[in-house]
Structures are given as structure tokens and as C-alpha cells.
């Protein structure tokens, strides 16, 4: 999709803190219209059409210097003040499909495109706006492209005062994060509203990088725990797992997984046990200062050669786990590691290591997670499904 973004303001009510384009004043050492692009970039925006004139050199440089392969940058310039109306107008050359955005460079709004559109395109609208609860409009238009030269006429150039206040559009209300940074004010508060997207978002960007990292160097290792524990099973063996905390909580439920169902309905129980779940004897051992042979003698007791045990450790030191590997090695139960990016005793010792690339423990036990799914699907789907199409 398409998205114009109005970003011509002077600020003049920013000159006692700012004084330059508005949508480029600074937070975080980036310009505020950056995170607006960043949003439309995440919900999958391609074509970027910025709408400058005042000072505009200053934001083309800025995002010519940040070029992306699946990202288009287009600038249309006005060599006249034009209003956002105008400014509209004067980019809808550079429009291609059939729908596009128009957003504010100097306000953000966190809203969903997906309902946006779903809401536009049920209505067949013309034109859809949003606003807050308070009524107030956020910036944020979607527009039929085949209509936009008759709801825009030449003359007009308020958005807002001119084509909104006489169009019977189609009016959505959003209960998003909306602020802009009109003032002093406002732009202050904005920094604290800045803030909180980025807390929220680093996460997500943090795991999908390292999930990156894992489709490039790991889905290998992947596959072959997946066939260790399928051949296991169908040799008429278990799979057993073990982890403290976090880890302790994942290995039950992927345990779970196995023993009833992934995705495939309607099939056979795999054979399956989380040593995690057994409380009388976990808070036996360790009310005996047992702790280091917590899982070691459940090993011991309940395995088998060929079965396989599966371990976590975010760290790949724990004491308990590497005991359960030594019990592992002394009663031939093949053994396969989940740990994090440490170059860790457990990646060492153990049959299979699958690696998450990190060093941060909620950070690794996200990755474990779609790593223990996807090793859950495999052997799955390799027992049960004839053929690899789903």
C-alpha cells in the first residue's frame, strides 16, 4: 500500500525548544517522523511518499542515508506552501494502488492498518478518517485513489477544515495511542509516549533477529533432534525432559505436545514425560538439599537405552542438568540441549545442542519455544503425514 505522509510543517510553536521542519524535530536521537514510518513500515507499507517543502533537504538527506531493499521512498516536493490538501493533491501522481494512506508527519497514532482497511473497504468508502474517542481526527485518512480527484478539488487546502468537513466520509474510531507535538508541551510528552513504543517493540525486534539467526544456522541442528526422537519413539522408547523455572515450564508444555496433539488431529499419543511435573518428589529432593540430583535420579529410575533426554538451561550450566546428562550417558539415553549463546558446558556434553543466539534469559526462552514447536511439528508430521504439504 501506498501511504503519503504530510510532513511540510514549520513549528512555529516550537520555536522556544526547536526550530527546523517539524515532523524532524529530534527524540531519541531521530527526527519524530521517523517512528511514523516505522509504524507504517511495520504493518507492511511499501511505498513511502513524503510530502516536503519547507526545509525539505533536511528529511530527504535523512532517509536517502537509510535506504531499504523492500521499502520505496518517493519525495514530492512543493515549491509553494500548498496545505495538506494541496500537498495531497500534488502527491497523488506518485500513487499506484487502488487505496492509500494519508498521515500526519507531525503526529503519531498507533493504529491498526488491517482494521483501517477492513473498515474502509467494508464500507466502500470513498474516504475513511480516524479519529479518538474525544472526536479528534488523528491524521490518519485512507482514500480511494480513483476517487481522490473529486473529493480533493484544486482549490482546496485544508484536509481537515475543507475536504473532511464537507465529505460525508466513512468516520472510524480508535481506542490507540495518539499524541503529536504541537507545543512545547506536547512535544515533551511525546518523548514519554516515545519511550513506551520503544520498550514494547525492542523485545519483539531482539526475537526476531535471533530467530533469524536460527533459520541461517540452525534449522540443521533441528532436524536432526527431530529424527533422534522420532526414531526413538517408533523404536518403541520415550522421550523425557527436564528444566528449572522458565525452562521447567517450556519442557512441559512441549511434553504435552507430544503426548496429545501439535497439529495433527485424530493420531496416536507419542510417548512422552516432563520430569518437571512429579511434586512430591521434587520438593522431597529438595527439602533434602537433593537439589543437584533432582532430574540425575529420575534419569536413573525411569530410562532406558534409546530413549532421548531433553534438557534446557538458558544458562547451560546448571548443576541438576548436567547431572541428568552424566545419569543420561551411563544409562545410553541419547541427550539434546537447549541453551543460550554461551559456549556452555551443556553445549558441549550433550548429543544435540540447539542454540539460542542470545544472552538474555527471556530472550533465549522465546527462542526455545519455537524451537521446541517446531521440533514437536517435525516429528510429528514425519509419523503421521505422508508427504511434507500440510
Known sequence: MDAIILAGGKGTRLSGVYTGLKPM??????????????????QGV?????????KHNTLIRYFEGRRDPNVEYIFSIEYEPLGTAGAVRNALRFVEHPEFLVVNGDTFCDFKLRDLLWEHMSEDALLTALYTKSGVHTGVCMVNTAS???????????????VLARTNHNRVTTTRQFFDIGTPESYQNAEQEIHKWLFVRQPFIVTRTNLGVIVREGVGDIIL??????????????????????????????SAELVGRFVVPDREPLASIS?????????????????QELFSRQVEALGERGDVLIL???????????????AANKKGV???????????????????ALVAPDYSTPRIQECHLVMGHTLCDLVEHSIF??????
Not at 25 to 42: E, G, K, S
Not at 153 to 162: C, G, I, K, V
Not at 337 to 351: A, H, I, R, Y
Not at 385 to 390: A, D, F, S
Request: charged share 20%; aromatic share 8%.
Open 225 to 254: 533432534a527431530a529424527q533422534m526422537v522420532k526414531e526413538a519413539i517408533q523404536n518403541g522408547n520415550k522421550v523425557m525432559w527436564c528444566g528449572n523455572g522458565g525452562s521447567a515450564a517450556i519442557c512441559q508444555h512441549l
Open 148 to 162: 481522490a480527484d473529486n473529493l480533493i478539488l484544486e482549490e482546496d487546502t485544508s484536509l481537515e477544515l475543507e
Open 312 to 326: 534446557m538451561s538458558t544458562s547451560g550450566e546448571s548443576p541438576n542438568i548436567l547431572d541428568a546428562v552424566g
Open 25 to 42: 524535530a529530534p527524540l531519541y536521537d531521530r527526527p519524530f517522523v521517523h517512528f511514523v514510518v516505522q509504524h507504517l513500515i511495520d
Open 46 to 54: 511499501t511505498r513511502l511518499i513524503f510530502a516536503v517543502g519547507y
Open 334 to 352: 541419547y541427550t539434546i540441549g537447549f541453551t543460550g549463546n554461551t559456549k556452555s558446558t551443556l553445549e558441549s556434553c550433550v548429543d544435540i
Open 385 to 390: 503425514v505422508k508427504g511434507w504439504r500440510r
Open 275 to 291: 520430569l518437571t511435573t512429579d511434586t512430591s518428589y521434587l520438593t522431597a529432593q529438595m527439602n533434602d538439599e537433593l537439589g
